[in-house]
């Protein structure tokens, strides 16, 4: 699994992972480092829900646990079993329908020859019981031919059935791969995917698209404060509030921890700069209450730094600008939404 975390988030993790493996006495191996990584990054949510299960039912954990968790939910096994499973189905189906095809073939071609025979036969008949037994025979061959077309038909029907299937089942573990299991948002993998692609269509036809960089201010206080359930009901409220606020072909994604990105295809810089203003005023708008007690926390901020493509720019030179806004938007008292530079003005200041 990818954790794109920055350095002061990966050791505040590791060292909570490495001190629960200590309580626990379990080994710090690699998998068991995983799986508590993972758990204190809140990457995964059902992980996080099988150990809180665990825990209250066994008190602590033990490394055989751990390796059935890293089994379950971080060796990607179930994943690759589902690609085996449709990889089977597919060889499978294709098999039934090209022996079909052979079929059909055979049938057609046995058929075509009796029509030939016809002719000759037809030719030769002197009587009209031989024509009778001519145009028996011609009914005797033509029913079996309907009843091979019949039989043909409920096995492509059985196969478009299994092709329907296999396609629910392929687009089912491409979104699963594709979605941040906290958020549902798009995850990283995807968004990477989906700005180079944004990227290609600027250079095929010209078609700008701006890029949002968003991170939750004072989270880990907050988290730290009221606990990682209270977090992870912070990042949901978040990333709804994110997914209220675009529309059509924009892309919301969780690039990391508490910072989301967003990607607007069609939107220069100031238009931009509107949908993050918007996005922001809606999140500092809302109240986040502690679902177990119902206890009002108070609200929630976010910062933002927006970036328009340019040609002659490349994709990390855009994440790079417009991170280095919200950078800007966090140090000018964060809660606001700052605009990156051009590259071309970029490209002056460096120089002055």
Not at 93 to 98: G, H, N, R
């Amino acid at each position: 699994m990818q954790y794109d975390h920055d350095l002061d988030l990966a050791k505040n993790v590791a060292s909570e992972a490495l001190a629960r493996m200590q309580a626990d006495g379990i080994p710090p191996a690699p998998t068991n480092f995983e799986v508590w990584y993972a758990y204190y990054a809140r990457s995964i949510p059902q992980l996080r829900t099988a150990i809180d299960e665990m825990t209250k039912e066994k008190g602590k954990l033990t490394g055989a646990d751990c390796l059935k968790l890293h089994e379950d939910y971080l060796s990607q096994k179930k994943e690759r079993e589902a690609y085996q499973k449709a990889n089977d189905q597919i060889h499978s189906t294709l098999q039934d329908v090209s022996g079909l095809m052979s079929n059909v073939k055979s049938s057609t071609s046995e058929y075509t020859e009796t029509l030939e025979g016809v002719n000759k036969r037809i030719a030769t008949v002197k009587t009209p019981q031989e024509m009778e037994e001519v145009l028996k025979s011609v009914m005797e061959d033509t029913n079996k031919m309907v009843a091979n077309n019949k039989k043909l038909e409920a096995q492509l029907d059985k196969s478009a059935v299994a092709m329907a299937e296999l396609k629910r089942d392929l687009e089912r573990v491409r979104r699963e791969a594709m979605t941040d299991g906290l958020t549902s948002l798009a995850n990283r993998k995807s968004f990477d995917e989906q700005i180079m692609r944004f990227a290609k269509e600027y250079h095929e036809n010209g078609q700008t698209f701006t890029l949002i960089m968003l991170d939750i201010d004072h989270f880990k206080s907050f988290n730290d404060n009221y606990g990682h359930q209270v977090g992870d009901q912070v990042l949901r409220l978040v990333a709804r509030t994110l997914t209220d606020g675009v529309k059509g072909k924009d892309v919301a994604a969780r690039y990391g921890g508490e910072e989301f990105a967003i990607l607007l295809p069609e939107t220069n810089l100031p238009a931009g700069i509107t949908v993050a203003e918007s996005l922001r005023k809606a999140l500092a708008s809302k109240e986040v209450v502690n679902r177990s007690n119902g206890e009002l926390l108070g609200k929630i901020t976010m910062s933002a730094g927006v970036a328009q493509y340019f040609a002659d720019e490349k994709v990390d030179q855009l994440i790079e600008r417009a991170d280095a806004a919200l950078y800007t938007a966090k140090h000018n008292g964060r809660n606001q939404v700052a605009a990156a530079p051009t590259p071309h003005e970029r490209h002056l200041n460096s120089v002055k």
